[in-house]
């Protein structure tokens, strides 16, 4: 793509040199105006070379800088969390032990937290989400379709201590008086249910963090519907298939693969949420043997303990436990990233 | 298409006379068809039950916050700072000025970055695997949990400096920006037409100067809603700030101190046992959604009303 306009711009510099060396180097060695230099090489209309290759050199220096930042945060956590690496080995994940008075430190209850809320909520989200994506690329009326993805987008920028506040103050007591006992009454028989109810714990946490999730899995995966071709669609409606009949066949099938990386990139910011899970999952460092029990998540014990950890065996370990959530994320994030374009790439071309 | 590709076909009553017309299989069929239909209709309901059940969180939530947070909201929130413990009245005058200050500090280095980082994905290194490489990680960098930044910019600006401060907020917060903006700008930057750049190139103009005063201004609005949403996302963080900036009960404005800001002052008073705080978090609240909302909404309206299909 680049190569005929950079072929196309090149052509003129080197067929009229004259005008090139009279411009720029006189302009850019030698200011003779009062000008400041960046001023004057602003205005200057310099085809030299040293302009472009400054500019190129520095975008991609800035382009570099995310490459950087990236090694950067693995550098200084690993750096940081050498006391704890160095002391609990890859034993560190498999203990459930956490009493910063001993110095005794494991992750295991706050990756089973982690690992538990965030299955909950997709489990609760993802049917959802799909159901709302579905509806927005092939059911809903075109009026309605603006608004509505416009609300879901909205639910998306909700920020998320918002959230917290919204789930502490309404969530906790709806789910401590009215949606606790009645599952506890009627889902009872599951022994999920067991225990007391404070209002704060797992299922809380889990409901919260669908709601958070809904909007990016079904704004991706509506993204990704839109890219399968419309032929595939006229393909299976000409062929006699109802209308679902034809979303099953021509639409999910054929984005089957892009639906599962927005579920995990649902997932990977699942795992990272912090502000709103810390406000309702109770913090308690055990493993949570119901869904009405307090827990804790990786990212909520940094939350709540980062600022007030004393000693440097409990500063290392937190630090760790985020070592451990940033490779975490870069994983599945990276998957889902690959899933999605493997979809989405190359796709609107083939969709007209 | 000249020709119709059904024609192709075998004419539909080869089929029909294929199968044997019995009573029976005719009511199979017919049944089949019920089943099919009744079937589609079960799941478009379920469809537009699930995009109902979606919507009324927001609606709960949007409605609840404006209901507690207008009854909670004064004047006073707005010029006064945090009254002690008991006491009634305060307001979060000192947090909203150091979120501002925070995002300025932000925005600052964060979206200069971002932007070169989108130039030199669509301008300069465009098919090349190096671009390639940087657009997955901006990716990835997306999705990584802002309390691991938090930790970052902790490990490295608060240990050394040995006190929280404005400036380690502000850089956490210019992280998370970077990646946004780098992806939107190398998207608008996409959508300019070449011959833009051709005719720039034509008149001789250096490729520098085509992509500042051409390209990038061709795609500004497009950049610019890139920028508000980036922003509108970060203004919301909590996680981040909470052993950078760290917040702060007085007034502050310098940059090598705690400082105040209204998402960490909305975290303290929501978990805090009193009411007068309670009331001061949904005020808070209602402000910092008010903001964004705001924000983002008219960059929509910015971004629809074509300035960019207009130039393209």
């Known amino acids: ?352 | 298409m000249a020709t119709n590709p059904f024609h192709t076909l075998p004419p539909p009553q080869d089929f029909a006379a294929g199968a044997s017309p019995t009573q029976q299989t005719s009511r199979r069929v017919r049944l089949n068809r019920v089943r099919r239909h009744l079937w589609n209709h079960v799941v478009t309901g379920l469809a537009v039950l699930s995009t109902v059940i979606v919507i009324a969180p927001l609606v709960a939530i949007l409605g609840y916050l404006i209901y507690k947070g207008a009854s909670s909201l004064n004047l006073a929130f707005f010029t006064h700072i945090p009254a002690p413990v008991g006491e009634p009245g305060g307001g979060m005058a000192n947090a909203i000025v150091g979120s501002g200050l925070v995002l300025g500090i932000a925005s600052l280095m964060g979206i200069p970055v971002g932007i070169a980082a989108g130039v030199y994905l669509a301008e300069f290194g465009r098919g090349s695997w190096l671009a390639s490489a940087v657009r997955f990680t901006a990716d990835v960098l997306n999705g990584v949990p802002s309390i691991v930044m938090g930790i970052a910019i902790y490990s490295l600006i608060v240990m050394r400096q040995k006190h929280f401060s404005a400036l380690a907020g502000g850089v956490a917060l210019a992280i998370m920006m970077v990646p946004t903006i780098t992806r939107t700008t190398e998207e608008m930057l996409a959508t300019v037409p070449h011959a833009i750049r051709e005719a720039a190139y034509g008149l001789g103009v250096p490729r520098w100067r085509t992509v500042l005063s051409v390209t990038l201004k061709t795609a500004s609005p497009g950049i610019i809603t890139g920028c508000m949403l980036a922003f509108a996302r970060v203004a919301g963080e909590t996680a981040p700030l909470l052993f950078t900036a760290f917040g702060n009960e007085f007034w502050s404005l310098r940059l090598n101190e705690p400082i105040a800001a209204l998402p960490l002052q909305i975290y303290v008073y929501a978990i805090s046992p009193y009411d007068e705080w309670h009331r001061l978090a949904w005020a808070g609240s209602l402000v910092l959604i008010v903001l964004i909302m705001v924000s983002v909404t008219l960059v929509r309206i910015y971004a629809n009303r074509g300035v960019l299909k207009g130039a393209s």
């Open chain 1, 1 to 352: 793509m680049s190569s005929p306009i950079i072929s196309i711009a090149q052509k003129p510099r080197q067929t009229d040199p004259s005008g090139g060396s009279q411009g720029s180097p006189a302009q850019l060695d030698a200011p003779e105006a009062p000008k400041s230099p960046v001023r004057q090489f602003l205005m200057s209309r310099s085809s030299g070379k040293a302009a472009d290759t400054t500019f190129s050199a520095i975008m991609l220096m800035c382009a570099l800088s995310i490459f950087a930042i990236v090694l950067f945060i693995l550098y200084i956590l690993i750096a940081r969390s050498k006391l704890s690496i160095s002391q609990f080995g890859f034993k560190f994940f498999t203990r459930s032990a956490w009493d910063p008075v001993s110095g005794d430190f494991g992750a295991f209850p706050f990756i089973y937290g982690t690992l538990a809320t965030s299955l909950l909520a997709l489990l609760m989200a993802v049917p959802l989400a799909l159901g709302v994506a579905v509806f927005l690329t092939e059911l809903c009326p075109q009026k309605l379709r603006a608004p509505i993805s416009f609300v879901t987008e909205l639910l998306a920028a909700i920020p998320s201590v918002v959230y917290g506040l919204w789930a502490v103050f309404v969530l906790v007591p709806l789910m401590r008086d009215q949606l606790g006992p009645f599952l506890q009454k009627y889902l009872g028989w599951t022994q999920l249910f067991n225990g007391y109810n404070f209002g704060v714990g797992l299922l809380t946490a889990s409901i919260i963090l669908a709601i958070m999730i809904l909007p990016i899995i079904s704004s991706i995966a509506r993204d990704i519907m839109l890219a399968v071709p419309i032929s595939q669609r006229e393909g299976v409606l000409a062929l006699g298939a109802t209308r679902w009949e034809m979303i099953r066949m021509g639409v999910l099938r054929n984005a089957r693969i892009g639906i599962v990386g927005a579920i995990i990139l649902g997932l990977g910011r699942a795992l990272g949420e912090t502000m709103a899970v810390t406000m309702v999952i109770g913090n308690h460092p055990e493993i949570p043997k119901s869904l009405f029990s307090p827990g804790y998540t990786l990212a909520s014990v940094i939350a709540n303990e980062f600022s007030e950890a004393t000693g440097d065996v409990y500063l290392s370990s937190l630090i760790e436990i985020g070592l451990a959530l940033f490779l975490v994320t870069i994983v599945v994030n990276a998957i889902a990233r690959a899933l999605v374009w493997a979809v989405t790439r190359g796709a609107p071309a083939r969709a007209h």
